[in-house]
T-cell receptor, first 115, second 114 residues
């Protein structure tokens, strides 16, 4: 157990629907990162939150949004889902932004299947 | 911009064979470099890291040396085991313009046969 919890583990939904993925970071970590992993695109950085504030955006579609709450858990909202959104979505956390380079601690991911 | 290129897989080896997975990077400044491993059905785990030129990261028999002159961070292991079968990702973290998010290579799948 890495200490980063993602729910649900699996999600099957239809095109056009909206889903919410949840991430609880490791205790004490202030940064949360979201990544999308697909076979053709590899691991793509989506968005980074630090202590409730958005810090960086990567290749995140306008149909996707995220937030980090006061208790530091984060949610990734995916709307108007398309077949191509089917992927593994990972959350990762790290201790302090920009200090000490210990990389990230990853959750086990949410596998989203859009049918 | 920042990017990571690693050798395409899959790589299939026999147990006790020598492993090399090549990784090169493009970055401004002085990035930190990482290798992550992903076992089937799991998230990514940090395998090793190096934060400055000539640093050698090592863990579980795996090693990689940060070579600034060749912009490389190749992963090596002298004798692989079946349990090393996984996908390996090279990554960099550059604080210069990207707020510190990790940039990954596409991953190399390793299969070790008994």
């Amino acid at each position: 157990d890495s200490g980063v919890t993602q729910t649900p583990k699996h999600l099957i939904t239809a095109t056009g629907q909206r889903v919410t993925l949840r991430c609880s970071p490791r205790s004490g970590d202030l940064s949360v990162y979201w990544y999308q992993q697909s076979l053709d695109q590899g691991l793509q950085f989506l968005i980074h939150y630090y202590n409730g504030e958005e810090r960086a955006k990567g290749n995140i579609l306008e149909r996707f949004s995220a937030q980090q709450f006061p208790d530091l858990h984060s949610e990734l909202n995916l709307s108007s889902l398309e077949l191509g959104d089917s992927a593994l979505y990972f959350c990762a956390s790290s201790a302090v932004k920009g200090i000490g380079d210990y990389g990230y601690t990853f959750g086990s991911g949410t596998r989203l299947t859009v049918v | 911009g920042n990017s990571v290129t690693q050798m395409e897989g899959p790589v299939t080896l026999s147990e006790e064979a020598f492993l090399t997975i090549n990784c090169t990077y493009t970055a401004t400044g002085y990035p930190s470099l990482f290798w992550y491993v992903q076992y089937p059905g799991e998230g990514l785990q940090l395998l090793l890291k190096a934060t400055k030129a000539d640093d050698k990261g090592s863990n579980k028999g795996f090693e990689a040396t940060y070579r600034k002159e060749t912009t490389s961070f190749h992963l090596e292991k002298g004798s692989v085991q079946v349990s090393d079968s996984a996908v390996y990702f090279c990554a960099l973290r550059n604080y210069g313009g990207s707020q510190g998010n990790l940039i990954f290579g596409k991953g190399t799948k390793l299969s070790v046969k008994p």
